[in-house]
C-alpha cells in the first residue's frame, strides 16, 4: 500500500515562509519523480515543482514559473522524504497543497512533469493561507 503524508501547512503573513514535508512509504522510494502540486477552490491540480529521487545527488528538478526564486524542492532520501520550502510567500500562493509520485522511470520530463494523469500516488494534503 503505497502513502505519501504531507505536513508543514499552516498561515502566514505575505513574506513569510513555510517547509512543507511529504513521506513516503509503502513502496520503492528511490528512483521516482515526486511533485508537489496545489489546488484552490474551483482549479485544476497546478505542478508547483518535481524532483527526482533516483541517482546520488538530487536531479530532474523544475519548478512552475510561479514559485521560481521563491520555492526549493529537497530530498532526503534516508528518510524517503521530499520537501517544499516556501519563501516569500504572496497570498496567491494560498492553495491545498498535495505531493504526488509517479512510478519507477530514469528522470522527470522537463516538459511533461506537470501531468497529473502520470502521478499514482498522492498524498491527502496540506492547507497552506498567506494573508
Known amino acids: 500500500h503505497v502513502q505519501l503524508v504531507e505536513s508543514g501547512g499552516g498561515s502566514v503573513q505575505a513574506g513569510g515562509s513555510l517547509r512543507l514535508s511529504c513521506k513516503a512509504s509503502?513502496?520503492?522510494?528511490?528512483?521516482?519523480?515526486m511533485g508537489w502540486f496545489r489546488q484552490t477552490p474551483g482549479k485544476g491540480l497546478e505542478g508547483v515543482a518535481v524532483?527526482?529521487?533516483?541517482?546520488?545527488?538530487?536531479?530532474?528538478?523544475y519548478y512552475a514559473d510561479s514559485v521560481k526564486g521563491r520555492f526549493t524542492i529537497s530530498r532526503d532520501n534516508n528518510k524517503n522524504a521530499v520537501y517544499l520550502q516556501m519563501d516569500n510567500l504572496q497570498p496567491n500562493d494560498t492553495a491545498v497543497y498535495h505531493c504526488?509520485?509517479?512510478?519507477?522511470?530514469?528522470?522527470?520530463?522537463?516538459?511533461?512533469?506537470?501531468?497529473?494523469?502520470?502521478?499514482?500516488?498522492w498524498g491527502q494534503g496540506t492547507q497552506v493561507t498567506v494573508s
Open positions: 509503502g513502496y520503492t522510494y528511490n528512483g521516482v519523480c
Open positions: 524532483i527526482f529521487t533516483g541517482g546520488p545527488t538530487p536531479s530532474s528538478i
Open positions: 504526488a509520485a509517479q512510478g519507477r522511470a530514469t528522470g522527470c520530463g522537463r516538459y511533461s512533469w506537470r501531468r497529473v494523469a502520470d502521478y499514482s500516488s
